[in-house]
C-alpha cells in the first residue's frame, strides 16, 4: 500500500530529525493515526515495514520502541537500519559528512601529535596507494587513508566511534566520488587536499592537519549541495554497487574523498 509506505519514510524523518530517540517508545496507533492523519490499518501496516527493517523493535507486553539504528552488530551485516535509510532520505548523507568533519578534524589534529613512527609509515603507505590510484577505480584506497589518520590519534574512544561507522563512512566516499571525480576541477581539488593533509600530519603541525582535514571534508559536503541546487540528482551508491560515469561506462566505486 503506497500511503503505507509514506507513512513509514515520515517516520523514519521523525527519528533522523531527532522527534523519536533510540529506545523511546512508539506512540500508540491510536496517536499516530491522530496526528498523521490516517487510519490505524495504514499506521499498523507502516509500523510492520518499520519492524520488519529493524527501524524499531516491539517489546512483548510494552509496545514499540525505536532501535538503535547504530550498533556494532548492524555495521557488521551491512544491513542495519541506518545504512538502509542512507539510500532514501537525502538528509543522511549530509549528516554523517558532518559528522566527519568535526571528528576527522580531530583525528588529524591528534596523529599529527601522537602518530609513532609505525602509524607515520601507514599513513604514508596509505597515501601512497591513493596517489596511485586511478581517481575512477575504487573508493577504498581513500577510505583507508583516512582510517589510517584516525588510528593515529591514539585516542580508543574517536578509534571506537569511527570503526563502528565505517561502512557508513565508506558509502559517503562512494557518494562523493560519484558525484565529484568525474568533475576535474573538483577531483584536482580534492587529490591537493589530501596531499596537504598528509604533509601536515607528517611535518607535525596540529593545527594545520585540523584545519585542511576540516576544510576539505567541508569541501566534499559544500560542492554536493551546490551540485544539488543546479538541479543535478546526487548519486548514492551502495558498497557492492558500481559507478557509472558521464560516459555510461561502468566503473567500480572510486577513490579520493
Do not use: C, W
Request: charged share 25%; aromatic share 4%; no cysteine.
Amino acid at each position: 500500500m503506497a500511503i503505507a509506505q509514506e507513512i513509514s519514510f515520515r517516520l523514519e524523518q521523525l527519528i533522523l530529525d531527532g522527534g523519536l530517540a533510540p529506545e523511546q517508545k512508539m506512540p500508540s496507533e491510536r496517536q499516530l493515526a491522530t496526528r498523521l492523519g490516517v487510519s490505524r490499518a495504514v499506521i499498523r501496516e507502516a509500523l510492520h515495514e518499520l519492524q520488519g527493517r529493524g527501524v524499531i523493535e516491539t517489546r512483548h507486553g510494552k509496545g514499540s520502541f525505536v532501535s538503535r539504528i547504530i550498533s556494532a552488530e548492524a555495521e557488521a551485516s551491512q544491513e542495519g537500519p541506518l545504512l538502509q535509510m542512507f539510500a532514501g532520505h537525502p538528509r543522511t548523507l549530509y549528516d554523517l559528512l558532518e559528522v566527519r568533519e568535526q571528528l576527522e578534524g580531530q583525528a588529524a589534529y591528534l596523529a599529527a601529535l601522537r602518530a609513532t613512527p609505525q602509524d607515520l609509515h601507514k599513513i604514508t603507505k596509505a597515501f601512497s596507494t591513493l596517489d596511485q590510484t586511478d581517481p575512477l577505480s575504487n573508493a577504498k584506497p581513500d577510505h583507508l587513508f583516512h582510517q589510517a589518520i584516525v588510528e593515529a590519534s591514539h585516542n580508543p574512544v574517536l578509534v571506537h566511534v569511527l570503526n563502528g561507522l565505517k561502512n557508513l563512512m565508506l558509502l559517503t566516499v562512494q557518494a562523493s566520488v560519484a558525484n565529484l571525480n568525474p568533475r576535474e576541477e573538483m577531483r584536482n581539488r580534492i587529490t591537493t587536499q589530501h596531499r596537504r593533509i598528509y604533509q601536515a600530519i607528517m611535518a607535525r603541525k596540529p593545527d594545520a592537519a585540523k584545519r585542511l582535514a576540516t576544510a576539505h571534508v567541508r569541501f566534499v559536503h559544500e560542492s554536493m549541495r551546490d551540485i544539488e541546487r543546479q538541479g543535478t540528482k546526487i548519486i548514492r551508491v551502495s558498497m557492492d554497487q558500481p559507478l557509472t560515469d558521464t560516459t555510461g561506462k561502468a566503473h567500480e566505486p572510486s577513490s579520493r574523498v
